[in-house]
């Protein structure tokens, strides 16, 4: 399963955990030790901002290409910016290319594994924190799981990008243990 098929479920699941997510909860924190709900929807609508014009091959906002308009409130912003994404890493060529990303040049079908593993831990981080469900399929899961613990290289767990992987209960479901290997406490 390519990374785009993953995040053509996973981005779907992600919009829904995000329409389900009331103003009181947006200070709330998360697992992600780093943010609150707000800063999870803002880290994550900023990321599908500034790859969705990589993708396409189109030049990025900073590049003097469209932004998006920035009068919309977060929620609509976090959703606008989802469909984006998702548009993008199903575009013509969109896995061929080559994409800059904080790790260097990626090809982008590797690059949207990684967005894909990014995708369902912090889906995870917005569900458990406004208490919604999140229940990505079992292959799905699988796919990223197996991408995540080849590509996560112990340089990457600064505690910022990756925090070191904790234990995961022996009756953990494998979202759960994937959760563990991101760093997250379960």
């Not at 969109?94 to 894909?116: E, N």
């Not at 889906?123 to 208490?131: H, Y």
């Not at 340089?155 to 997250?184: H, I, K, N, Y």
């Amino acid at each position: 399963m390519e990374g785009n098929d993953q995040l053509g479920v996973i981005i779907p699941m992600l919009k829904q955990v995000g329409a389900g997510i009331v103003t009181e909860q947006l200070g709330c924190s998360t697992p992600c030790a780093s943010f609150t709900v707000s800063g999870v929807l803002d880290h994550m609508t900023g990321l599908a901002s500034a790859y969705a014009p990589a993708f396409r091959g189109d030049p990025s906002p900073t590049d003097g290409g469209p932004s998006a308009p920035g009068d919309n409130d977060l929620a609509t912003r976090f959703q606008l910016a989802m469909d984006a994404l998702l548009d993008a890493v199903q575009s013509p060529g969109a896995l061929q290319r080559t994409i800059d990303t904080p790790f260097g040049p990626m090809p982008g079908s590797m690059f949207a594994r990684l967005v894909a593993f990014d995708g369902l831990i912090h889906g995870w981080d917005l569900a458990t924190s406004t208490q919604q469900a999140w229940d990505p399929p079992e292959d799905v899961v699988a796919e990223v799981d197996a991408f995540a613990r080849q590509a996560i290289a112990p340089e990457m767990r600064d505690g910022d990008t990756f925090a070191q992987e904790t234990d995961a209960p022996l009756d953990a479901t494998p979202l759960l243990r994937l959760v563990a290997f991101s760093g997250r406490t379960i």
